[in-house]
């Protein structure tokens, strides 16, 4: 063949064929690059994401631990900064079978502050708040008060030198048994009579065209006018025994009838006929004899018979109820003697007799309630809600009986500390005992738990008891019981 060009036609640059190679070559290098990037991608997402997320940063509140983030920040609760999370670190709740049990080799003997649910057999750190883990007391279950005889939580026996004990003035005494004849006194309210209350309604609807007890406070006898009332039912009534006068006995009609009915006074109606016309408004008076306690009407009010217009309280006699601990219930009897004396004015203490056990226990205080009346002269010897106490004259009865120095109440057991010591020892035991008391004066009765003839405590008893609480938390921390 020719390699002579057709005619008109210009020949190629010299090059232009090998860049055209050059360039689809390099597309090609392109599309494999892309092709892998996107293929490296997704084997990324799908293989490794589970990995990521596993090892990925946390936070987490210290008071809060339901609050998580990935992000550090506030926790939006308390505002507190988040503290990293370690991904072995989970929370108690989540770290299986064993709840918050870091380490379960043993009893577990610590527990964090703020998580009790975290608990390890050995010192620690909460994983949560990285708090110390602080030992658990001794007995310490949130159980039920120890039993007579039994020791109480948080204390355990001591032993001390008898340099030791002369130097803090340890004092014992003898747990005795004696006949015991001394009063209870128990705190006691002053309340209103319940049969002395009365309120005062209407028995038809109407409008209070006056008023003659504008106050509470005040006292009021039996039948002193209270208000004056408009009635048109009264009216109608009235002007139908006027009518009926002439035809009948006035004093046995119906409309006579109907008036008493309708709350209206002898008097009221024996006016009526006298003067031969009816009354406009007519006298509401008190039923009884009292105090004024409540108002609840005003000048032109209109009242129906559901509005109680005043309460009248009769304090001629008043109620004087105390609250007396179940140990002392079974020794209070109706009409056992007492003696209240109000404690604003000691001068004015009455006597009378328990009239009334109540048959109820509060729960929360462990007490039945008691109840006797005084007579109130003039209705203002006592008032009430006024407090005082209540002596009350008891059966004598036989028991063990301590100093009152020598029992320990902490509201939640009740114990004494009771010596223990062999004849001409060096060294003497206390241990702490729990006890159950009913009542006493300067020397306490105790029910049960102690003996007659075992020796306690009587004197630096507080001394004793917080060696005893000191040696049982030491105890606790070492890990072992004391």
């Known amino acids: ?132 883990l602080e030992p658990i007391a001794a007995g310490d279950g949130g159980a039920a008060p120890e039993a007579p005889g039994g020791v109480p939580s948080g204390t355990t026996a001591i032993r001390l030198g008898l340099d030791r004990i002369q130097s803090i003035g340890v004092r014992t005494a003898v747990a005795e048994e004696a006949v015991t004849s001394a009063p209870l006194r128990v705190t006691a309210v002053v309340q209103p009579p319940e049969q002395g209350t009365a309120e005062v309604h209407v028995r038809t609807p109407g409008f209070v065209e006056s008023i003659r007890v504008d106050q509470t406070g005040v006292a009021v006898g039996a039948g002193q006018p209270l208000l004056t009332l408009y009635s048109p039912e009264i009216l109608q009534a009235q002007q139908e025994l006027l009518a009926m006068r002439a035809w009948t006995d006035a004093s046995v009609s119906p409309a006579r009838s109907k008036l008493e ?27 009884r004899a009292g105090f004024v306690t409540k108002k609840n009407v005003v000048l032109g009010s209109y009242v129906t018979p559901e509005t109680t217009l005043y309460e009248i309280q009769d304090l001629s006699r008043v109620y004087v109820v105390a609250d007396v601990f179940l140990a002392d219930v079974p020794h209070v009897k109706v009409g056992a003697e007492a003696r209240f004396t109000p404690s604003g004015h000691p001068e004015g203490a009455g006597t009378g007799k328990v009239d009334l056990v109540y048959p109820l226990v509060s729960a929360e205080a462990l007490t039945r309630r008691i109840r006797m009346q005084l007579p109130n002269a003039g209705g203002r010897a006592y008032a009430p809600g006024e407090f005082g106490v209540v002596e009350l004259v008891t059966p004598t009865r036989r028991g063990v009986t301590i100093p009152r120095d020598a029992l320990i109440d902490t509201g939640r057991s009740t114990y004494v500390f009771v010596v223990e010591a062999p004849a001409g020892a060096a060294e003497q035991t206390f241990v702490p005992r729990s006890v159950t008391t009913s009542g006493g004066g300067d020397r306490v009765t105790i029910a049960s738990g102690l003996a007659a003839g075992e020796r306690v405590v009587s004197g630096a008893t507080f001394l004793i008891d917080s060696e005893s609480r000191l040696q049982a938390s030491v105890a606790a921390a070492a890990g072992h019981h004391p």
């Open 1 to 132: 063949m020719s390699d002579e060009l057709p005619e008109g036609a210009e020949p190629t640059p010299p090059g232009v064929r090998t860049m055209g190679v050059i360039r689809w070559i390099l597309v090609a290098l392109a599309a494999l690059v892309a092709a892998y990037a996107w293929i490296a991608f997704a084997r990324t997402k799908l293989g490794a994401t589970s990995t990521v997320a596993e090892h990925r940063p946390r936070y987490i509140c210290p008071m809060h631990p339901q609050v998580v983030s990935d992000f550090p920040g506030e926790c939006p609760i308390c505002h507190m900064s988040l503290e990293p999370l370690e991904p072995s670190s989970a929370s108690p709740a989540a770290s299986g079978p064993g709840g918050g049990i870091l380490d379960d080799s043993g009893p577990a003997r610590f527990e964090c502050p703020m998580h009790p649910e975290v608990r390890s057999a050995s010192p620690a750190r909460c994983p949560v708040c990285k708090m110390k």
């Open 261 to 287: 009915l309708l709350g209206v006074s002898a008097a009221d109606i024996d006016a009526v006929l006298a003067k031969r016309e009816p009354i406009r408004a007519i006298t509401i008076a008190a039923p």
